[in-house]
């Protein structure tokens, strides 16, 4: 079969032409363009074999950054696996609101929570190569991806096994960000992300836990005039801004992703 037919008949089985692209150039290990001006290339039968597998999986819901092993976010070319969330494009917000606060501030300490893939903590490493970055997840599996991110990309920071705050002994920071599990239990999307790993997703209960966790034990993490920034559910701005208040944070803020939708919250400590 040519390549033209096989992505053809992928779309009738439910996948999209990028993702039917990108997958066929991955088992090619070529680039799109270069798929799309060969497109009649005769497929060797491993290579069908392998194209099809993947198809079937795509169109069962599987995030295409899983099979093809690789998730742009940022300008960085990142490894992710199922161990860890797929970045998303909205928490992209979220460095560039942190990279903002950190203007001015020369050689900020700063920290990620519930790194995953490594994602935040590498973005703000490379944009700000004078800040001293760690990175906390209580998954080992999570912690390890993100050590090869840094050592493919060749960025050096340091990292930190433990749930939340726990992963810090005695550290203050200038700037602390944080893309927590926040999705209710209850909410219908979950069903549609049953690939990728439920405790990143979920907290459980109304999904602010992790994030009520989070404000709880920030005032004794921050130096003062430090920040929090968090990610959070599109409806959940105005709870999360009423914990950074009612925890003493001062100039708390939102900020709403491209589809307007309130996505990031934040604070100053601490309050005058």
Known sequence: MQVTAALAQARRSGVDRLDAQLLMAHRLRCTRSWLIAHDDTELEPLVEQAFWADVQLRADGVPLAYLVGTREFHGLTLMVTPAVLVPRPE?????????????????????????????????????????????????????DLAQSNARQLSLDLQWACGDWWAAFAGERFDLVVS????????????QALIHEPLQALTPGGDGLLALSQIIDGAPARLRSGAWLLLEHGH????????????AG????????????????????????
């Open 179 to 190: 893309n927590p599990p926040y999705i209710a239990a209850d909410d219908p999307h979950l």
């Open 91 to 143: 928490t992209e917000h979220l460095v560039d609101w942190a990279l903002e606060r950190l203007a001015g501030i020369t050689a900020p300490f700063v920290a990620d929570l519930g790194t995953g893939s490594g994602a935040i903590a590498l973005a703000l490493a490379r944009n700000r190569p004078d800040a001293r970055v760690i990175a906390s997840d209580r998954d080992a599996n999570a912690l």
């Open 235 to 246: 409806d959940q701005g105005c709870r999360v801004r009423t914990l950074l208040e009612q």
């Open 249 to 272: 944070f001062a100039d708390v803020e939102t900020r709403r992703d491209l589809a307007g939708h309130e996505r990031c919250s934040g604070g100053r400590w601490p309050r005058p």
